[in-house]
């Protein structure tokens, strides 16, 4: 199966300091894929470049077959790249059902059977649609940021660092969704401090250190890896 995407030799610097260097890595079409390292290794660094908000120095960004690295970020999320970006930011004064709609482009009819989608996904926003962002959880903003950036059914959906400030029961909530979303056909790349639930729930992993890739395989292998247990498990 080709990749869907497909990231080779990427190089991106903050004025003189290298924040990656030489990372290349693939995710197939409805694979999800597990980015870890501990803060500061680069993960958000890689998300923010893959859709646009960061410029390589070098190396180049394929997706869909074509060659993405100079394309602006609206132009990426119109060829179905979805992003969920680290802190939620969701629209505080706007209810749930308005911050999805306010993420989706299509007419009124897909509109509500996208909507529709989310609240499947995620029950607790669905029983309280027309409550403003500002009045939910953590996990229940986190929750409709994820929702929010599936609005437009993207192809491959980046998710940065979905359980920062959850505790452990959200985080289980939150990142329990993932097997479903790539089971339905989206594609997730998911940067995550917390390796043992992301290794869970993903089928690859890459490990990120100080912007190098120094590791990579089956999650399951990464798992009992005694590397990556006492970098990241506790072991």
């Given at each position: ?22 990372v ?15 803060n500061?290794a ?107 950036s ?24 939150v ?61």
């Open positions: 199966m080709s990749a869907l995407l497909s990231i080779t030799d990427l190089a991106v610097s903050y004025g003189e300091i290298a924040a990656l260097r030489g290349s890595l693939s995710v197939s079409p409805g694979e999800a894929v597990a980015l870890l390292g501990a500061g680069g993960k958000s660094t890689l998300m923010g470049t893959i859709i646009g908000l960061l410029k390589p120095r070098a190396g180049s960004i394929t997706y869909l077959g074509a060659d993405i690295t100079a394309l602006p970020p609206q132009s990426r999320a119109r060829l179905g790249l979805g992003y969920c970006p680290e802190g939620r930011r969701t629209f505080p004064g706007l209810s749930i059902r308005d911050n999805l709609l306010a993420a989706c482009w299509a007419d009124r009819a897909t509109q509500r059977r996208r909507i529709d989608h989310v609240f499947t996904l995620f029950p607790a926003l669905a029983e309280r649609p027309t409550t403003n962002a500002w009045r939910l959880s953590g996990g229940q903003q986190q929750m409709l940021a994820i929702g929010r599936l609005m437009n059914a993207p192809r491959l959906l980046l998710l940065d660092e979905p359980s920062l400030g959850l505790s452990p029961l959200l985080t289980e909530e990142l329990a969704r993932i097997p479903s979303i790539s089971a339905e056909g989206t594609a997730v790349l998911l940067a995550e401090q917390n390796a043992a639930r992301a290794l869970s729930v993903c089928a690859r992993a890459y490990v990120l250190r100080l912007g190098q890739i120094v590791n990579a395989g089956p999650a399951a292998s990464l798992a009992a890896s005694d590397d990556i247990r006492r970098a990241f498990l506790g072991g």
